[in-house]
């Protein structure tokens, strides 16, 4: 009999419940194995890119053997020694201004489309403001209107009281 209960594993124990030291063992054991793993990946993905950078060791692609080997302006590649030739460059040149050409054209594009969405919501938000003080303006007037009207009918009552009592006045003197 120990002395403690571990109420998770139902077991009495002394100084460590012996199911618990096993569980953790091997919680451990798994993250270590985790952290190799990834330890491990991202070695393989650096060793990749090193062979591969070995093999390309350029950064652009020379025309004959095709492998990344050919520094900016090369006149020779440095693995198949093939001579590399101006009208290449110029092609290379020629593709990089019309790549920056569509993406300052697809840039451009977006940022009206995105202006156009501002402006048409900004509209949208005044159209609501305006609608909202109509209403607003509407209903005030009709309050105003029931106002006066009951003003209007309150002053006929009084002036029609006022009569009646001068009436009474009046045939009260001829009595
Ligand atoms: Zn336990
Ligand atoms: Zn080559």
């Known amino acids: 009999m120990g002395r403690f209960h571990c109420s998770s594993h139902n077991l009495e124990y002394n100084s460590v419940c012996p199911a618990c030291r096993d569980e953790q063992a091997e919680a451990d054991r798994s993250e270590i194995l985790e952290s190799l793993s990834t330890q491990t990946d991202e070695m393989k993905r650096q060793l990749a890119y090193l062979s591969y950078k070995q093999g390309n060791p350029g950064d652009y692609k020379c025309p004959e053997c095709l492998y990344v080997t050919l520094k900016r302006e090369a006149r020779r590649c440095p693995v198949c020694h093939s001579a590399i030739t101006k009208e290449y ?47 607003a303006w509407e209903a005030a007037e009709a309050k105003k209107e029931a106002k006066e009207a009951v003003q209007l009918f309150l002053g006929i009552v009084f002036f029609l009281g006022f009569a009646a009592l001068c009436l009474v006045k009046i045939i009260s003197w001829f009595n």
């Open 89 to 135: 460059w110029e092609e290379i040149a020629r593709k990089a201004r019309e790549d920056a050409e569509q993406r300052a054209k697809q840039e451009k594009v977006a940022k009206e489309a995105a202006e156009e969405e501002k402006r048409r919501k900004e509209e949208r938000l005044l159209q609501e403001k305006k609608q909202a003080e109509k209403i």
